[in-house]
């Protein structure tokens, strides 16, 4: 074996090793972050971002409003979420999104919509709705792209300063 050979395959053994220890931390983390969680609110479950960071997401719900929160493993849990989708019951058929709210370009928003989309279809619900408002205009180009990658139809005013996005569950 040469020595270049041999070098790689101890990096790759030490690449390894702290991938371990770092998912190692982070189901430790996992299961404090869960008991202080479901303390105060429903753990809906536990997921991976597209940058397979492992995440507790929870809920607030109330009659009409709730709040699904997202909190990453790689932290503990301090009552604060990273990450959270604000939505209200419009009528029967629609679920109308408030705001998102929290760290961007880690993935969050899509594990929570993806949440936001299976409560819709567990609760019967055929649309999601939302209003692009003036003061998403700063980046309404980024917010478009992510709608569409959730299968949202978008309409933007961009003289108005304003938009909406629906999905529907057909």
């Keep these: 074996m040469t020595k270049s ?9 030490e690449e390894l090793k702290q991938e371990l220890d770092t998912l190692e931390i982070q189901l430790y983390r996992m299961q404090n972050n869960i008991k202080e969680i479901a303390k105060k609110s429903e753990v809906i479950s536990i997921d991976q971002t597209p940058n397979e960071e492992w995440v507790v997401v929870y809920a607030d719900r109330e009659e009409e409003s709730w ?9 503990t849990f301090r009552g604060n979420w990273n990450s959270a989708l604000q939505a209200e019951m419009k009528d029967d058929n629609t ?3 408030s705001a ?3 760290e961007e370009n880690k993935g969050y928003g899509t594990v929570l919509m993806q949440h936001l989309k ?14 692009l408002v003036k003061r998403d205009f700063d980046h309404v180009d980024r917010l478009q792209h992510f709608y569409e990658k959730h299968n949202f139809d978008v309409t933007v005013d961009h003289e108005e300063k304003c938009g909406e996005i629906v999905w529907n569950d057909e």
């Design 5 to 13: 050979v041999f070098l790689q395959e101890e990096k790759n053994k």
């Design 118 to 131: 299976e409560i819709a279809r567990e609760e019967n619900v055929q649309y999601i709705t939302g209003d």
């Design 100 to 102: 998102i709210k929290g």
């Design 67 to 75: 709040q699904i929160m997202l909190h990453s493993c790689k932290r």
């Design 95 to 97: 679920i109308h999104i």
